[in-house]
Nanobody
Framework: QVQLVESGGGLVEAGGSLRLSCAAS????????MGWFRQAPGKEREFVAV???????????DYADSVKGRFTISRDNAKNTVALQMNSLKPEDTAVYYC????????????????WGQGTQVTVSS
């Protein structure tokens, strides 16, 4: 099991930027795929982005009003951290953002996520 702690959330105006960070402990971080999810009020939790164990492959949500092109996921295996850089934020990005860890599948996204952080609130004002 790995413990995950998110930080970096807050209140920002539309068009602004935030950088979320997730610190991991308890297992070999570099053996895990790391992802970000979010949950807006009254909605189900949804996938945002994932990076494979090496950081060489990344995948982003592909839905209406997608984050692709605005958000960037990255990891630092030496520091056991994964980050989500969020630019050009929109009010609809308002949500609790969660960091999650899953088994490594090489260069492919994990089939599941076994560990979750407690989340960090991101609020984007219009």
């Amino acid at each position: 099991q790995v413990q995950l702690v998110e930080s970096g959330g807050g209140l920002v105006e539309a068009g602004g930027s935030l950088r979320l960070s997730c610190a991991a402990s308890g297992r070999t971080f570099s053996s895990l795929a790391m992802g970000w999810f979010r949950q807006a009020p009254g909605k189900e939790r949804e996938f945002v982005a994932v990076t494979t164990w090496s950081g060489l492959s990344t995948y982003y949500a592909d839905y209406a009003d997608s984050v692709k092109g605005r958000f960037t996921i990255s990891r630092d295996n030496a520091k056991n951290t994964v980050a989500l850089q969020m630019n050009s934020l929109k009010p609809e990005d308002t949500a609790v953002y969660y960091c999650a860890a899953g088994p490594s599948m090489g260069r492919y996204p994990p089939p599941r996520y076994d560990s979750w952080g407690q989340g960090t609130q991101v609020t984007v004002s219009s």
